[in-house]
């Protein structure tokens, strides 16, 4: 048991620079993850597998030989008979709500307006090829980061959707995500982890394909590598360690929001979770509570709640008036946000910035992680304020279209030579005047 006692701040107390601090994460301190990740990566564009297999060794203690690195047929088939069926059913209603979220989000594949008669301007979405899903395995199993992240990639028309992971101390890889990444329609699932996965995928090895993207959550080895490489590999949105800001206005019971503030604090000590409240007595009363919940959990995930909710990077913070939380919960852009209200809609119009926004006690941080639908990988690290969740856009390009007809080109011309002409451009400018000239010609 440890002593720690749970932060609470008071926000009109705090002076500017300890505002800023309590809005930085584990995330935007990267420096040290940054430099040491770079030798793991250059190791791996020179030597390949070898040095996924040494790397496996030396951060995973698993003893794998280079024929081990893909994922065989009978470790699919192994794995699903590990698994419990019950779990298999659980993990193909996730697959069914994600599956048929992201399908309502498909836009038309080619959209026309015509803009002027003979005009025609829209978008066609087109997927990307490939795809290297990161599926995280240091401090747990991420089963359910295999479906948020493949599947939304397969409704969108990816051709080649891969996992990347690391193997567990026996070489294997954890069984459920076996059977979710078969779930997902997923076939080659390599074991590799950390900065040296996402080197693997970004390069290619004899094993392992070079991917056009790589998505999916993780450590910040992870998300140092994905930063280092985002010249060669497009690296998605970031999504490093998990978030969660839970506002109440204590409409809801202390339990809940203390159960509820275990919940992304217990990913690991880097996480950061807080929870937002205009009333003191309320704040001390959730604090009060929390050692009970911390013993109801393993001790491993219980000191990295207390880690979390005692430190710098969560806790609790006290706002004099609602203005002043939302202006703080929209300063966060948190990953997850949870309105533990009864009456949560009334408050959605203060909120701008959030990964999602979870409406009521009903709408629960738990069930939005593992089986809602939207994907659980969100904007972290702030990146909320301009980015969205992973959605099938993530793996979708749009290309704009566009069709001009003959009788129309006579007016888009004239004007596109006087800014040709302005701009100095005299090769455009000759084209459309050469190109109208000949139209001209053609209609009289
Ligand atoms: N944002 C999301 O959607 C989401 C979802 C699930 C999990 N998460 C987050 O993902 C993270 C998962 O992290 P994790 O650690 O469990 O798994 P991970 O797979 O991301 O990281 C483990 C890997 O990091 C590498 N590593 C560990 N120590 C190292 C060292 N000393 N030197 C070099 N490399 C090293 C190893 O390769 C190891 O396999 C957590 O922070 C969790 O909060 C986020
Ligand atoms: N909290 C993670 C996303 O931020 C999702 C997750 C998976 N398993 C447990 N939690
Ligand atoms: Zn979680």
């Not at 803009?115 to 979405?125: A, N």
Request: aromatic letters at 8%; a negative charge; one cysteine or more.
């Amino acid at each position: 048991m440890s002593d720690k006692t749970v932060s609470i701040y008071n926000l009109s107390d705090l002076d500017e620079g300890q505002r800023a601090a309590l809005l930085r994460r584990t995330e935007n301190e990267l420096s040290q993850f940054s430099e040491l990740v770079v030798p793991i990566i250059e190791d791996v564009r020179v030597r390949g597998d070898a040095a996924l297999v040494e790397f496996a060794r030396k951060f995973d203690r698993a003893a794998i030989s280079l024929s081990q690195i893909a994922v065989k047929r009978e470790e699919f088939d192994a794995a699903k008979r590990l698994v419990d069926p019950a779990l298999i059913e659980t993990l193909q209603f996730a697959a069914h709500n994600i599956r048929h979220f992201h399908e309502r989000q498909l836009p038309e594949g080619l959209a026309l307006h015509e803009t002027h008669p003979g005009v025609l301007v829209g978008d066609r979405w087109t997927s990307i090829d490939s795809v290297a899903c990161y599926v995280p395995r240091g401090k747990g199993s991420f089963p359910s980061s295999v479906l948020m992240t493949a599947l939304p990639a397969k409704v969108a028309g990816v051709s080649e959707v891969i996992v990347i992971t690391p193997p567990g101390p026996d070489g294997t890889v954890d069984p459920a995500t076996l059977v979710a990444a078969e779930i997902a329609g997923v076939s080659k699932v390599f074991k590799c982890g950390g900065a040296q996965g996402i080197a693997a995928v970004a390069y290619g090895t004899e094993t392992v394909p070079h991917c056009e993207k790589v998505v999916g959550p993780g450590s910040p080895w992870v998300v140092a590598a994905k930063k280092q490489l985002s010249s060669i590999i497009d690296p998605g949105s970031p999504a490093g360690p998990s978030e969660l800001i839970i506002f109440s206005d204590g409409s809801v019971s202390a339990d809940l929001v203390a159960l509820d503030l275990c919940v992304e604090s217990e990913h690991g000590p880097d996480s950061s979770v807080f929870f937002v409240t205009t009333s003191r007595s309320f704040a001390e009363e959730v604090a009060a509570l929390l050692p009970k919940y911390w013993q109801k959990m393993p001790e491993g995930r219980a000191d990295f709640s207390r880690t979390v909710l005692s430190g710098t990077k969560g806790g609790i913070v006290v706002a004099d008036d609602l203005s002043s939380a939302f202006a703080f919960i929209n300063d966060y852009a948190a990953e997850h946000l949870a309105l533990l209200v009864e009456n949560a809609w009334q408050y959605l119009p203060q909120i701008r910035n959030a990964g999602e926004i979870l409406l009521g006690p009903y709408s629960a941080i738990a069930v939005a992680n593992f089986v809602l639908g939207p994907s659980h990988v969100l904007p972290t690290g702030g990146a909320a304020k301009t980015t969205s969740p992973l959605s099938v856009f993530d793996f979708m390009k749009r290309t704009s279209i566009a069709s001009v007809s003959k009788n129309a080109y006579v007016l888009f011309a004239h004007h596109a030579e006087s800014l040709a002409r302005y701009e100095g451009f005299a090769g455009h400018a000759n084209s459309v005047s050469a190109m109208r000239d000949e139209a001209y010609g053609a209609r009289e």
